[in-house]
């Protein structure tokens, strides 16, 4: 437990024992604040907070006149945390000695060997029933933690089969498609315009393919799958690639599209999973709410500091518009920001800018 629910106990504990020794004196209120103490403290550590009061308790044997209270109530509470924690030979052992402290403690109110048997017997089912009890709270413990590993390898094993599933099945496929519209591309009597519409279909495809893998890699690891649709390294496509699908699909939606791109340094792979995202969600953009009437300019710079993706597109006299954006772009903010990056949105009359920046890893 933390340390604050240890302290909380122990003020509860010192409310409630404190007061019933206080008719007894003040070496007896000290009595009652040291088992407070030690109740407390078995609960954070258990055979430490049993040994405690073991010794307040035997306490009692050296001054007749200290009286527990209501302190003796912590006992069963070390006992059950002892057991709880796993730690069976020192709780038996702490129970023992409690018990034994107690009943020579109590020979002196009792006024019959009965009484005296009585009191040792009720104390022992007492303690009994405290050990039980932590012992159980532990077998529950374990139960349920074995329940759940138990469930997480069932889970494990689901995700890896899909994983394969989507590698014999998807990924094959795809496969097929690049190596099928590339061959084409090359084949003898093609015309340039056809070509060019099988260089698209090559580069959507290795986009497609990418993202299953990233997919696939999810499912096979303990990492979240927005995570590792997000964060995996790019295998099949580049940068330029990914731009010039980028103006391939804005062109599929009648868009005319000016695409420029300057890079003093490569794009690092580890920065490309997030700005494919950033780039996929700003095509969405331009199509949902932009003017296929208007020019639509992508520009990505990549330098020695970073890389940055300028996306400019004209948008219609639509007062629903808003600069601030929707869940797309507050999406993009949140995974830029994850990674050390920003994201600037900018309406100027029908000019409609979305600028992504993302700062390069030292070493890359």
Same mark, same amino acid.
């Given at each position: 437990?933390?340390a604050?629910?240890?302290?909380a106990i ?6 409630l024992i404190?007061p ?11 009595m009652g ?6 109740g407390?403290l078995?609960?954070a ?6 040994v405690l009061i073991g010794?307040i308790?035997?306490?009692a ?5 200290l ?5 003796v ?5 070390a006992?059950a945390?002892?057991a709880g924690a796993?730690r ?10 409690h ?7 109590s ?7 009965a009484?005296?048997?009585?009191n040792a ?5 007492l ?6 009890l932590?012992?159980l709270?532990?077998?529950?413990i374990l139960y349920i ?5 138990r469930?997480?390898? &069932?889970? *494990?094993? !689901?995700?890896?089969?899909i994983?394969r $599933?989507?590698? @014999?099945?998807? %990924?094959?496929? /795809?496969?097929e498609?690049i ?17 060019e519409?099988?260089?698209r279909?090559s ?7 990418d ?8 499912l096979r690891?303990?990492?979240s ?6 964060g995996s390294p790019v295998?099949a496509?580049?940068? &330029?690639? *990914?731009? !010039?699908a980028?103006?391939?699909?804005? $062109?599929?939606? @009648?868009?005319? %599209?000016?695409? /420029?791109s300057e890079?003093e340094?490569p ?12 780039l996929w969600e700003?095509?969405a953009n331009v ?5 296929p009437?208007?020019p639509v300019a ?14 400019r ?15 797309g ?7 830029l920001?994850a ?6 949105v ?19």
């Amino acid at each position: 437990m933390s340390a604050g629910a240890t302290v909380a106990i122990t003020l509860f504990l010192l409310v409630l024992i404190v007061p019933s020794t206080l008719p007894y004196g003040i070496p007896s209120a000290l009595m009652g604040v040291g088992l407070s103490l030690g109740g407390g403290l078995a609960i954070a550590r258990p055979v430490s907070g049993g040994v405690l009061i073991g010794l307040i308790l035997s306490a009692a044997l050296i001054d007749p006149g200290l009286t527990p209270g209501l302190g003796v109530l912590v006992s069963p509470v070390a006992l059950a945390t002892c057991a709880g924690a796993g730690r069976l030979l020192p709780a038996i052992a702490i129970g023992l000695w409690h018990t034994a402290v107690i009943t020579v403690a109590s020979e002196r109110t009792a006024q019959s060997n009965a009484d005296l048997v009585a009191n040792a017997l009720v104390w022992i089912f007492l303690l009994a029933a405290a050990y039980l009890l932590g012992a159980l709270w532990r077998s529950m413990i374990l139960y349920i933690g074995a329940e759940r590993a138990r469930h997480a390898f &069932d889970l *494990a094993e !689901q995700r890896r089969a899909i994983a394969r $599933e989507l590698h @014999d099945t998807g %990924v094959r496929a /795809i496969t097929e498609v690049i190596l099928l519209a590339e061959t084409a591309q090359r084949a003898k009597g093609v015309s340039t315009q056809d070509a060019e519409a099988f260089a698209r279909i090559s580069r959507t495809a290795r986009l497609s393919t990418d993202d299953l893998r990233s997919l696939m890699e999810s499912l096979r690891t303990e990492t979240s799958l927005e995570d590792g649709i997000h964060g995996s390294p790019v295998h099949a496509a580049s940068w &330029d690639d *990914a731009l !010039q699908a980028a103006r391939d699909r804005l $062109e599929a939606a @009648d868009f005319s %599209v000016n695409l /420029i791109s300057e890079a003093e340094e490569p794009v690092p792979p580890s920065a490309t999973p997030v700005l494919l995202r950033c780039l996929w969600e700003a095509v969405a953009n331009v199509i949902r709410h932009a003017d296929p009437a208007g020019p639509v300019a992508i520009m990505s710079e990549s330098t020695s500091d970073g890389v940055e993706l300028l996306v400019r597109n004209t948008i219609d006299a639509d007062p629903v518009v808003c600069v601030s954006g929707g869940v797309g772009l507050r999406g993009l903010r949140e995974r830029l920001s994850a990674a050390g990056g920003s994201l600037e949105v900018q309406r100027d009359g029908e000019i409609f800018l979305t600028r992504i920046r993302l700062p390069r890893e030292p070493g890359l």
